[in-house]
């Protein structure tokens, strides 16, 4: 309480014209054009951080850098260095029993608004030639509102034309009866050995799966790791 009685408060983002900006000039699946702009400079940057709520985080932490009186070519260089959480919006190339796969593995957590905002970026970068495959799990803490909070990303899923959704875990029968009503192919699994055998199974020979669900009361991560692991050669048991 003392050291905050005795700090100086400073305003992020004020209106004096003195800002940084950061303009999204192009996306890719696995990352970002920017523009970064002040008043005496512009720089071309591209960075590994994609998604609209990671760009979103990135444009508010460089203006606080900034206002806070970092150098910009030091914001630009920590910009070009950044690397995302593991498992959060994480894009890696693996390969499956000889296909190789893009991974979008984004299971650090799971609300409604951070799957819309993987699910835009998809949107966006995704070819008409590729389909993405979905394994998705659970929303937590939703009660009461299970229904409509699953229609609407159903929705959101189905707007990404998908090749297939491979649902895991329980609890998820209205996501499921609203993706089957959209003529989705639905696929059910319990582990992640279900999940992996469901991918060698539909997965084409050059594919996009993503991955997202709440790891808390789904432990889905363990999807992640299993994946990994297969890819890297590894053994699967049940």
Do not use: W
């Amino acid at each position: 309480m003392k050291a905050a009685e005795r700090a100086v408060p400073k305003i992020i983002g004020g209106d004096d014209d003195l800002g940084i900006s950061i303009e999204i000039l192009n996306r890719c699946l696995d990352k970002s054009i920017l523009r970064v702009s002040t008043q005496n400079s512009v720089e071309e940057i591209e960075c590994r951080v994609i998604g609209k709520g990671q760009l979103s985080n990135l444009a508010l932490a460089a203006q606080t850098a900034f206002d806070l009186g970092v150098h910009p070519e030091e914001i630009s260089l920590a910009i070009r260095e950044f690397r995302l959480q593991r498992r959060k919006m994480e894009f890696i190339e693996i390969s499956l029993d000889g296909k190789n796969i893009s991974f979008l593995d984004d299971c650090h957590n799971a609300t409604l608004i951070s799957f819309k905002s993987a699910l835009t970026h998809i949107r966006e970068v995704i070819t008409p030639e590729i389909y993405p495959i979905m394994i998705v799990g659970r929303i937590v803490h939703i009660e009461g509102q299970k229904k409509s909070i699953y229609t609407e990303l159903a929705k959101e899923i189905v707007s990404c034309n998908p090749q297939a959704v491979v649902l895991y875990g329980p609890d998820l029968s209205y996501l499921s009866s609203s993706l089957e009503k959209s003529s989705v192919r639905v696929l059910a699994s319990d582990t992640p050995l279900d999940v992996i055998e469901c991918l060698k199974k539909i997965v084409p020979e050059k594919g996009f799966v993503f991955l997202k669900g709440s790891h808390r009361g789904t432990r889905i991560r363990e999807v992640s790791t299993a994946i990994r692991s297969y890819a890297r050669g590894g053994s699967l048991t049940r």
